[in-house]
C-alpha cells in the first residue's frame, strides 16, 4: 500500500511504502508551488494535485511505461480561482476540486482529461476547505470554514443536488476531510485535534475528539473504505476488479539497463553507478530529503557552502536548533519574562517584593526614623517634607512593599510609619499634580502678588506727598503798624498750608462758629480781645 506525501519543505511529492517504509520521490520541484491538496485513481493509475501559486490542477501519470514530465502536466489552467482540495471518483472518472476564492467560492469537477467541466456548489459557500468522494452512496462531503469562527459539515449529491449540513460549529479550524462507511472525520488546526461525528448524526449531536496533539496540528487524514461498500454499484466495476486482481507482479526485469529506473530528485546520477551524487543541502538514497527538513525548530534554516544546516532563530529561542526558549526558567519567584525583537537577552518583570535582574532578591524594608533623614535628600536641605494625601495615593503601599511608581530619583526621604503600616514617600509628591490643591496655591499666589504692587504703589504715593512744602507764615501785628482795631499792644497769627501757596495773605477772620454767635453783638474791646484769643491757640486745640 501507498501513501502519496507532498512536502512542503522542497515543494515535492513522494510515494511512502507502509510495508517497507520507503520514500519514492515522484515529481521535481520547480521552486514556487505551493501544494494544497492531492488525490490518486487507482484504475488509471493518475496523481492529480492542486498548486494553489499558479492556479492550476495537474497531474501525472504513475502507470509502469508511462512518458511524462518530472514536474507533471497541466489539467486545468485558472485565472481567478484558486484551487485547495482535490478528490477524484474512480467510479465514474471524475476530479473534484474546491476554490477557496472569497469573491465568488466553488466546488467545481471535471473528467480525468479536463472536459466537461462545471461548477456545482457556489450557494452558501465560504470557504472550502477540503471535499471527500464517497463512491459507493454517490456523495459529495466536504467542510466548510465559515465566516468568523463558525464552521460547517456539508454533503450533497455528485451533481449538487439534495444538499445538507450535517454540523454546524464553532472554534474550528478544519483543514483536512476523510469519510467511512458510517463516520466523517476531519483535522482541527485551532485544537490540534482529528474529530469524529456519525453521517446520521442528529442535528443536536457533538463530534468526538479522536485523538489530540499536544504541539503540532495535524495537516491530513485517510479513511480506508471496505470492497464492500462499492460491491454492488454498476459504475464501479472496474475499480471491483482491480480490488480482486491476484495476478503476481514479476520483479525481475530483462533487458533493462539498471540505471533506468534511478531518479536523482535533488541530484545527478552517477555514471556506471546504481547512486546519485546529491546537491548541497539534500541528502539520501534518490537526493530526497533536505538538511532542513525539520531541523530548526524555531527558526529559519540555510544551508553554507558545505551542505549542512544553520537555523537562524525567532526572538526568544536559541540553541544549535533553536529548540531552548531563552526564557525557561529564567525568571525567580514568577516572574514574567519577555524577549523584546531584537534583543539578545530576556527581561524579567518582578513581582512586588522582589528585585534583580531575574527578580532572584527580595527587596529590603526602606524605614528611616524622622529625627534622622538623609543628608543627601532636598526635604533635609530645605527642612520641608511632602505629605502625600488619599488622591496620591500611588505613592505609598502595604507594608514590607516599597511604593509603586516611584524611582530612586524621586524619592528624597522615605519614613516608615509602624501605626498604619504604611511606606510614606516624602518628596514623592514632587512632579505631581493635585486638583484642588495646586489651583487653589495658584490663586491666592496671585492674589498675593497684586495685593503686594497695591500697596507699594500707594506707599509711594505718600512718601511723594510727605515731600511736598509744609508752609508756616507767622504774621506780628502791632499796635502802631495796623490800623484796622484796637488789639492788644501784639498779637501772632500762624496761618497754615494755606491754598498751598508760598505767600499767604489772606486776611484773618472769625471761625464761622463765633461770627454767628457775635452776629448780633455789639462790637467792643472785650469781644475782639476774645476772638484775638481763640486765634492764638495751638494748632491741635
Same mark, same amino acid.
Given at each position: ?23 519514492? !520521490? ?90 466537461? @467541466? ?82 446520521? *448524526? ?15 496540528? !495535524? ?21 471491483? @476488479? ?185 518628596? *514623592? ?57 484796637? =488789639? ?26 463765633? =461770627? ?20 492764638? @491757640? !495751638?494748632?491741635?486745640?
Amino acid at each position: 500500500m501507498l501513501l502519496f506525501v507532498a512536502n512542503t519543505d522542497n515543494a515535492s511529492i513522494f510515494s511512502f511504502h507502509i510495508a517497507t517504509k520507503k520514500y519514492q !520521490p515522484l515529481v521535481r520541484r520547480t521552486g514556487s508551488e505551493n501544494i494544497q491538496g492531492l488525490a490518486f485513481d487507482p484504475v488509471k493509475e493518475l496523481l492529480f494535485w492542486t498548486d494553489a501559486t499558479a492556479r492550476s490542477i495537474q497531474w501525472m501519470p504513475l502507470s509502469p511505461g508511462s512518458i511524462s514530465s518530472d514536474y507533471g502536466k497541466v489539467l486545468i489552467q485558472m485565472d481567478n480561482e484558486i484551487p485547495r482540495g482535490i478528490a477524484v471518483d474512480s467510479c465514474r472518472g471524475y476530479v473534484y476540486w474546491t476554490n477557496i476564492n472569497s469573491k465568488r467560492p466553488t466546488i467545481e469537477r471535471a473528467k480525468f482529461d479536463g472536459s466537461d @467541466r462545471k461548477v456545482i456548489v457556489d450557494k452558501n459557500i465560504f470557504m472550502p476547505i477540503n471535499l471527500e468522494v464517497e463512491q459507493g452512496t454517490g456523495r459529495l462531503y466536504w467542510a466548510d470554514d465559515k465566516e468568523g469562527i463558525h464552521y460547517s459539515i456539508e454533503s450533497c449529491d455528485l451533481d449538487g443536488n439534495n444538499r445538507r449540513v450535517h454540523y454546524q460549529g464553532i472554534q474550528h479550524n478544519p483543514n483536512a476531510l476523510a469519510v467511512s462507511k458510517d463516520h466523517i472525520f476531519w483535522t482541527d488546526w485551532a485544537f490540534k485535534s482529528v474529530w469524529k461525528l456519525a453521517k446520521n *448524526a442528529d442535528q443536536e449531536a457533538e463530534p468526538t475528539e479522536l485523538v489530540h496533539y499536544n504541539y503540532d496540528p !495535524p495537516f491530513g487524514v485517510v479513511a480506508r473504505y471496505d470492497i464492500d461498500d462499492i460491491q454492488n454499484v454498476a459504475e464501479c466495476g472496474a475499480l471491483v @476488479r482491480l480490488y480482486h486482481n491476484k495476478t503476481a507482479i514479476s520483479e525481475t526485469l530483462k533487458g533493462v539497463s539498471r540505471n533506468e529506473g534511478l531518479f536523482c530528485l535533488h541530484g545527478d546520477k552517477i555514471v556506471d553507478k546504481l547512486a546519485c551524487k546529491c546537491h548541497p543541502g539534500y541528502t539520501g538514497d534518490r537526493c530526497e530529503v533536505g538538511v532542513c527538513q525539520q531541523f530548526c525548530v524555531n527558526g529559519e534554516c540555510s544551508v553554507t557552502d558545505d551542505g549542512l544546516p544553520v537555523c537562524k532563530c525567532s526572538t526568544g529561542y536559541g540553541g544549535d536548533r533553536c529548540e531552548v526558549s531563552l526564557c525557561h526558567n529564567y525568571c525567580s519567584n514568577n516572574g514574567v519574562c519577555s524577549v523584546e525583537s531584537g534583543a539578545g537577552e530576556p527581561t524579567c518583570e518582578c513581582p512586588r517584593g522582589f528585585e534583580g535582574k531575574r527578580c532572584e532578591a527580595e527587596k529590603k524594608d526602606i524605614s528611616m526614623a524622622p529625627s534622622t533623614p538623609s543628608t543627601n535628600s532636598p526635604a533635609h536641605a530645605t527642612g520641608e517634607t511632602c505629605n502625600c494625601s488619599a488622591s496620591g495615593a500611588e505613592t505609598q503601599a502595604a507594608a514590607n512593599e516599597t511604593p509603586d511608581g516611584l524611582t530612586k530619583d524621586k524619592i528624597s526621604e522615605v519614613v516608615y510609619s509602624t501605626d498604619d503600616g504604611m511606606f510614606v514617600a516624602t518628596g *514623592a509628591c514632587e512632579g505631581t499634580w493635585d486638583s484642588v490643591r495646586d489651583p487653589l496655591i495658584a490663586v491666592l499666589g496671585t492674589f498675593c502678588a497684586l495685593l503686594s504692587i497695591a500697596c507699594g504703589i500707594m506707599l509711594n504715593r505718600i512718601m511723594q506727598l510727605k515731600k511736598r512744602p509744609r508752609i508756616k507764615k507767622r504774621i506780628i501785628v502791632n499796635k502802631n503798624l495796623t490800623p484796622l482795631t484796637a =488789639r492788644p499792644d501784639q498779637c501772632e497769627i500762624t496761618i497754615e498750608n494755606c491754598c498751598n501757596m508760598n505767600v499767604c495773605e489772606t486776611p484773618c477772620f472769625e471761625p464761622s462758629s463765633i =461770627r454767628a454767635n457775635l452776629k448780633n453783638a455789639k462790637p467792643c474791646k472785650e469781644e475782639k480781645s476774645s476772638l484775638i484769643s481763640n486765634m492764638e @491757640r !495751638p494748632d491741635n486745640y
